[in-house]
């Protein structure tokens, strides 16, 4: 029921054991991906039949999350809503559209779902510590996990551009937080010289046991929508959820079960595209761009670390990508927030923004049913920039001075 599994080098298919702590091919230097072996001889109605006597979340799909299985660290990550949201496909211009909630997560954000599997595997390698580099999402997630686990958790964070949530979150759960006088990418390669301490596990999204268990959200979308003919739009950073998410429908096709085929849509923002514009400009290699700037600080990356493995997923899945503002950005997390009561943070209303600018570009058919991956929850980034604009009122304590007011909000 179990398929082998083996860390396979997505450059010249090196393949290593593996529980091997490696991030990156001895051989080559590319990326590595766990790999399932001989999907295609599983039998999936009987793996469905497990799934199904589970609760829905990330350890609901364990068959296909190779871990030793001694012990998982869970604070119950996965099994977010999926919203259905008509006032937002209008508002898009599409015939169906889907929100899927990830800020729903334990610390409120899809990082939950990588972290839990790598924090299990952290505790395999029977090292002391856990690294990462981040915005803020991945060192509050990391963070908590690491408390959880009993493990030691040192942060690395660009100097005053992650958000005030995410720094309280990472600071509160525990981490050694240490900001660094620079971009994330510079914190990211930091953390990548470190690659050969014996004390350390890097849980970046480079680490690919990261990615397994982020790859189960295509899982849930095939337990919640059933069928795979839809667009799913993904906010892009460092190139790793997309990447998953691909991962997890590549398996769902391998294994007979998804009979549509899926679309994979990046969104990144206008001023930190360089994923987007290798794509757009259809270059074969990324140009990292060394002065990202946008007001969604979760996807400020200049030199996203997996973008190889977020090609093939646009690719394979015959998708493509957005570029999208700031401005749009704060309209679509008004929109998701206003029309439908979802609370996100910036880089996650990037999804919804893609969608609406695709149609408007004559890029995506007003027939597709979509699906918007909202990454991270509002109360992140409690943000006066992201409130310009919205006004409130100020009254003195008593009922006479709010009536006019609330008359006026009454009027049709
Ligand atoms: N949305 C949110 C809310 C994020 O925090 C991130 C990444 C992304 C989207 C993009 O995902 O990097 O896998 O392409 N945040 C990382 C962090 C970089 O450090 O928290 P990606």
């Known amino acids: 029921m179990i398929p082998e599994a083996t860390l396979s080098c997505i450059g010249c298919g090196n393949k290593i054991e593996h529980d091997r702590v490696v991030y990156s091919c001895p051989r080559c230097g590319d990326l590595l991906e766990v790999k399932l072996e001989n999907l295609s001889s599983v039998d999936a109605s009987l793996l469905k039949e497990r799934w199904r006597s589970r609760p829905i979340g ?30 937002l496909a209008r508002w898009a211009g599409v ?3 889907y929100v899927k909630f990830e800020g729903a997560n334990p610390t409120g954000s899809f990082k939950d779902r990588g972290m839990c599997v ?18 803020g999402n991945t060192s509050s997630s990391m963070s908590a996990y690491a408390a959880a686990a009993g493990m030691k958790s040192i942060v690395l964070i660009p ?64 337990d919640q929508l059933g069928m795979g003919d839809y667009v799913v739009s993904v906010p892009v950073g460092n190139c790793g959820n997309i990447s998953a998410i691909w991962k997890g429908f590549s398996e769902l096709i391998e294994l007979g079960l998804l009979n549509g085929s899926p679309t994979m849509l990046g969104v990144q923002a206008e001023g930190a595209s360089p994923f987007a514009d290798m794509i757009l400009k259809g270059h074969e290699t990324l140009k990292p761009l060394e002065e990202p700037r946008t007001i969604a600080t979760a996807i400020r990356i200049g030199k996203p670390a997996n ?41 996650s209303a990037a999804s919804l923004a893609g969608v609406k600018k695709l149609v408007e570009e004559g ?50």
């Open 363 to 412: 890029r995506l058919d007003r027939d597709s049913t979509v699906v918007c991956i909202s990454t991270g929850t509002a109360l992140k980034d409690p943000n006066e920039e992201l409130l310009r604009g919205i006004e409130f009122s100020e009254v003195e304590p008593n009922v006479d001075s709010a009536k006019p007011l609330i008359e006026e909000i009454l009027k049709p």
């Open 307 to 347: 973008w190889k493995k977020a090609l093939r997923a646009v690719r394979d899945s015959g998708g493509t990508v957005a570029k999208v503002s700031d401005w749009e950005i704060v309209e679509a997390q008004r929109a998701l927030a206003s029309l439908e009561g979802i609370g996100v943070e910036p880089a």
């Open 58 to 87: 990330v350890w609901r799909y364990r068959e296909l999350i190779p871990l030793r299985g001694e012990r998982y660290i869970t604070l119950h990550e996965g099994g977010t809503p999926l919203y259905r949201c008509g006032k």
């Open 95 to 97: 015939k169906e559209l």
């Open 159 to 222: 100097r005053g551009r992650i958000a005030l949530g995410k720094l309280f979150q990472t600071l509160l759960y525990g981490a050694r937080t240490i900001a660094v006088k620079g971009s994330f990418d510079d914190a990211l390669n930091m953390v990548m010289q470190l690659r050969d301490s014996k004390d350390l596990y890097i849980l970046n999204s480079i680490n690919p046991w990261r990615i397994e268990g982020q790859k189960t959200l295509a899982y849930e979308l095939y």
């Open 118 to 135: 790598g924090i299990t595997k952290a505790l395999e390698s029977g090292r002391q510590a856990v690294i990462c580099a981040s915005t």
